[in-house]
């Protein structure tokens, strides 16, 4: 994972873990994934589900991110399947599904799908090694569910504008067609055939690094966004603190001329564990994340001093959830 200093460039144990391996990835096949529909005029996305362009040029590695559960440099997915799954068919409401393509739609623009009998898993990171997100779905969250275990590739963009056409209590019915490689999508008399992409042309995903992380906090998405939009107004960095003997959690920005700080009240905390703990991280990149979140949803935050912020969160009524990863931004004298 990347993080932002104004010194030279240094790699940490974890980055490497979140940093897929290369030999595993290959060029990506363009024009040659086409999608099929049984309708025309699907709509263009929304821009709140485009991924901002936040790439920073001075964002590096941090020495002091290192974890010790790192050294191993394969991903979880090295023994899982590698190959199509040879059943797949499901059903689920459009508002799930829309949740999960909308949150891993912040960072990147196409997934690995792990399939089993027991549900779905997604992990990926952004370009810049700085955001990384793991979702799992288990099979309870679908209205019906039966697979085998496999692995798709799927664009992201394209499976989203088909989505759309469904309301957040439409059924969604999904099925893999083993004979041409397609997924086909069928909403309220609506189907779709969709390419799948090579999942092997997809970047391979990152371990999710082991940190321990002294403080930590369960707070509401709306508390959270709350001091997201009082730091936009004065710097594109945030700072995450918390002070130990003040039983303080805050959450601040400083820009060129005003200062912000929003100290978030006994009523805004749930599940303290208290530490003295301050991270800087990249607010376009925050704003991002945290915009894709359900609304009305409760966010466990753990960070230390200048270490990668970590965000779990549920979906789907208990039966899915999301792990979001921050890199910090590190300033030095």
Request: proline share 5%; glycine share 6%.
């Amino acid at each position: 994972m990347s993080t932002d200093t104004d010194g030279k460039d240094t790699r940490t144990d974890t980055e490497s873990a979140m940093e897929p391996d290369p030999e595993a990835d290959s060029e990506p096949d363009s024009g040659e994934e086409t999608e099929t529909t049984s309708t025309s005029g699907t709509p263009d996305p929304d821009p709140d589900d485009t991924p901002a362009d936040v790439s920073d040029s001075e964002q590096t590695s941090d020495s002091s991110t290192s974890s010790e559960s790192n050294d191993e440099e394969s991903t979880d997915s090295d023994t899982e399947a590698t190959a199509p799954p040879e059943q797949f068919r499901a059903a689920i409401q459009g508002g799930e599904l829309k949740t999960v393509l909308k949150t891993l739609s912040a960072i990147v623009d196409e997934t690995r799908i792990h399939i089993n009998e027991n549900g779905l898993r997604m992990r990926a990171v952004d370009p810049a090694n700085v955001a990384m997100d793991d979702i799992e779905l288990e099979a309870a969250a679908f209205e019906s569910y039966d697979a085998s275990p496999g692995l798709l590739g799927v664009n992201l963009d394209r499976f989203s504008k088909v989505v759309k056409m469904a309301n957040k209590t439409d059924l969604v019915q999904l099925w893999f067609d083993t004979s041409t490689f397609k997924l086909v999508v069928y909403i309220d008399g609506l189907e779709f055939t969709m390419a799948c992409l090579d999942p092997q042309t997809i970047r391979s995903e990152p371990t999710l690094p082991e940190l321990d992380l002294p403080a930590g906090v369960t707070i509401s998405r709306e508390a959270l966004n709350r001091g997201i939009k009082a730091a936009d107004m004065v710097s594109d960095h945030i700072g995450i603190e918390m002070v130990e003997d003040e039983g303080r959690l805050s959450i601040d920005a400083e820009g060129d001329t005003d200062n912000v700080r929003l100290d978030l009240q006994d009523d805004d905390l749930q599940s303290v564990t208290l530490a003295d703990a301050r991270s800087v991280f990249s607010l376009d990149y925050l704003k991002d994340l945290v915009r894709t979140m359900p609304r009305g949803v409760d966010v466990s935050l753990r960070f230390g001093s200048d270490f990668p912020l970590i965000m779990d969160y549920e979906i789907a009524d208990g039966d899915g959830h999301v792990t979001r990863m921050l890199a910090p931004r590190i300033q030095t004298d």
